[in-house]
């Protein structure tokens, strides 16, 4: 949670990386308690993805990949200002998927992508494409400037359309003026679960 500018509300979220479960969002009092179980984090975004208001990093399981493949975690400091118009944000993301590989073995990967965003609309839509895995999805903004996943969500993998049994998109604006963006994501079709998360400037 350290080493971000900036004097926004703070904002946290954790997904679990084998069955898509948005564990934390928002202002949740028991965060600090969670965080405090977690293991060391298995790569650090600010090498990889250099962002200043926010950041998300990989949580690799000490106990065993197959059994549990580890968790993601987005932070950083909520927008201070109004904002309006639209905005578009590149995006670099990392990505686990379980059933993708035989014997269930993770498959880990990296995706790029954007996402753009409407504030007046309150709407909007983002595309991750990388490692065979695709994903498209409309966006619902509140005026908390947190989104989540609207009605249209697909994934592809290896060039195959997912029938999609479930679809958890999280995400909110970062930095005073709403410079970054960064969301986590779950999605579950068949016996895949692909879930990972994202973050980007504009």
Known sequence: MQHLE?????????????????????EDPATNAV??????????????IPTQFS??????????????????LLWGRRPVAVLTGQASYGLK?????????????????????????DFDQLEGELSLTGG????????????SYIFHEGRNVTLSFGGELIPLD?????GSLFGPGGE??????????????????AIGTR
């Open 6 to 26: 900036g004097e926004g509300r703070p904002w946290i979220s954790l997904i679990e990386s084998d069955s898509a479960r948005l564990e934390l969002a928002g």
């Open 35 to 48: 965080l405090a179980k977690l293991p060391s984090p298995s790569f650090s975004s600010t090498e990889q």
């Open 55 to 72: 950041r998300f990093q990989y949580l690799q399981s000490a106990i065993s990949a197959q059994r549990d493949p580890g968790r993601y």
């Open 93 to 117: 993301s990392h990505w686990t998927c379980i059933g993708c590989e035989a014997g269930g073995v993770p498959l880990n990967g990296v995706a790029t992508g954007g996402l753009t965003l």
């Open 132 to 143: 065979g895995m695709a994903i498209d999805a409309s966006v619902d903004l509140e005026k």
């Open 166 to 170: 479930q679809a958890s998109i999280t």
């Open 180 to 197: 970054e963006a960064g969301f986590l994501y779950g999605l579950i079709g068949g016996d895949l679960t692909v879930s990972g998360a």
